[in-house]
């Protein structure tokens, strides 16, 4: 727990800042979303000019008279946080397990939202176990959400059989949580994303500005040079044979094809898709994609 508590420092170049409206975001993509979140805050009668999207219906059907809604800007914007400890994520060949590689970004984005004063909450889950928070104000939430991912059963349990419906359950969960001008940053491999799902985010992109963070292993882009690998989950062993070229190519080709159909999803709903392998520094990628500056 500690060593995600010291990333407080290293958040300094990793921005949260809303982006203005067709402004660039990270992932290359651009966001229809301005400023922070709009609370509302009363209604009055309607006066001609008023965006016709804001009529309070409600009052309307009360009165017989047409009302509008008054917003006023929210002075903290929720920061949601969702974090995939699947099974899955427990794997990893290069430097760190994708698990722990999604730990550092989550340390890091809760405290650079932090430094801005946001509100920081989310959804932690695993194949059995589901935290969900509330977005809170400032440093005790932070060391609440880091504890509780620190503390998450998934660390001792990682070899827990697999539920295809986890993520679907997280993000509805999420979706629960998720207020309109929420900033909502997905960390996960994106493993079994299926329909469902999609629905849900597609759906949480209308109102709020969407990350997705990728976390991914080298040797699931690619395998190794040809060969025989022994490979281990910690209670068996197995061998892989890398040398047979078609299989190396249909191997490459189904994970550039996940890939692409991330980026496609991501593209169609304006989200922001930000790549991070587990043998790269996620302080660097974080800076490099959501603190202005091009990656070295």
């Known amino acids: 727990m500690q060593s995600l508590v010291q990333l407080h420092a290293s958040s300094a170049g990793i921005s949260l800042l809303p982006r203005s409206a067709g ?25 001609p000019g008023d965006d016709a999207r804001n009529l309070h ?77 509330k977005p809170v104000r400032g440093k005790a939430a932070v060391l609440y959400l880091i504890r509780l991912l620190v503390e998450h ?54 109102h709020s500005e969407i990350t997705l963070l990728h976390v991914y292993d080298a040797v699931e882009a690619d395998l190794p040079p040809p060969g025989r690998y022994r490979l281990s989950d910690g209670s068996r062993d197995f061998v892989i044979d890398t040398a047979d070229p078609q299989y190396r190519a249909a191997y490459a080709a189904k994970f550039t094809a996940h890939l692409e159909y991330l980026r496609t999803f991501a593209r169609r709903h304006r989200i922001s898709f930000v790549s991070c392998r587990t043998d790269q520094d996620p302080i660097r990628v974080l800076r490099a994609e959501l603190g202005g500056r091009k990656p070295v």
Not at 192 to 205: I, K
Request: glycine share 6%; proline share 3%; with cysteine.
């Open 57 to 133: 219906w409600r009052v309307m059907a009360r009165t017989g008279k047409p009302f509008t809604k008054q917003f006023r800007e929210e002075r903290e914007r929720p920061v949601l946080l969702w974090v995939d400890l699947r099974s899955r994520m427990f794997f990893g060949t290069r430097v760190a397990l994708k698990s722990v590689v999604a730990a550092r970004c989550t340390a890091l984005l809760a405290w650079a939202a932090n430094r801005i004063g946001d509100r920081i909450g989310g959804v932690i889950f695993s194949d059995r176990v589901h935290h969900e928070i």
């Open 23 to 47: 402004a660039q975001t990270a992932g290359n993509y651009l966001s229809r979303f301005k400023g922070r979140g709009m609370e509302f805050a009363e209604s009055r009668p309607y006066e």
């Open 153 to 206: 059963a998934a660390w001792d349990a990682p070899k827990q059989s697999q539920s295809r419906h986890s993520a679907r359950e997280a993000m509805t969960r999420l979706r629960r949580v998720v207020r309109p001008g929420s900033r909502v940053i997905l960390i996960s491999d994106f493993a079994n994303f299926d329909a469902a799902t999609e629905s849900h985010l597609a759906q949480l992109a209308r």
